[in-house]
């Protein structure tokens, strides 16, 4: 059975650090993994989605990466602004199966 | 380009009340549709999704149901809330093949007294 964990569970970090936010996962025949962003009292907003055949993916200040055989995602991200703050969320699509199996986040606070 | 509704956004019910939650996607046709619950301080659940009209997979049995009566159209139910239907509910879409990328909508915040 397919378990995702991200730690930390909390970050809080200065503006203009970089960054970098974990997924774990394991069972590594994944079809793809997602990375979602969720501000309070909001829905979730897609980041990036990464396929099990690729090693990166890169949007604006935002890259995340898949080691598929350690089981590992991370997401990274450059020049941390305070509106970088949110609850960062990371989903694991197995085969293709409809269903996403989810870590439970990471709440990241940006202090100016 | 794409876009997912919901209504309510806020919704105070009393136990034993009906409930009827809307979905509604534009931009598409034949959308996968999702319906996951978020409890306070607790991840997302899936709670039912659709691959067609009237196509209903439920993952979780309980006191909610799920319905799609048009293509782009996802309706919750329940014909008597409990205290535990408490939670924020988002609806989803994805394509039908491809990635799956899961879009959310703006959810509504249930809050059953």
């Known amino acids: 059975k397919q378990e995702v964990t991200q730690i930390p569970a909390a970050l809080s970090v200065p503006e203009g650090e970089n960054l970098v936010l974990n997924c774990s996962f394991t069972d590594s025949a994944i079809y793809n993994l997602q990375w979602f962003r969720q501000d309070p009292g909001k829905g979730l907003t897609s980041l990036l989605l990464i396929q099990s055949s690729q090693r990166e993916q890169t949007s604006g200040r935002l890259n995340a990466s898949l080691d598929k055989s350690s089981g590992r995602s991370t997401l990274y991200i450059a020049a941390s602004q305070p509106g970088d703050s949110a609850t960062y969320l990371c989903a694991v699509n197995m085969d293709s199966n409809y269903q996403l199996i989810w870590g439970a986040g990471t709440k990241l606070i940006i202090k100016p | 380009s794409q876009t997912i509704h919901q209504w309510p956004a806020t919704l105070v019910q009393p136990v034993g009340s009906p409930l009827s939650l809307e979905c509604t996607v534009e931009g598409t046709s034949n959308p996968n549709l999702y319906w996951y619950r978020q409890a306070a301080g607790r991840g997302l659940q899936l709670l039912f999704y659709s691959v067609g009209i009237g196509q209903i997979s439920s993952e979780v049995p309980q006191n909610l149901s799920a319905s799609r009566p048009q293509d782009r159209q996802f309706i919750l139910s329940s014909k008597k809330l409990l205290l535990s239907d408490s939670g924020f509910y988002l609806c989803?879409?994805?394509?039908?093949?491809?990635?799956?990328?899961?879009?959310f909508g703006p959810g509504t915040r249930l809050t059953v007294t």
């Open positions: 989803a879409w994805s394509r039908d093949s491809g990635t799956y990328e899961q879009y």
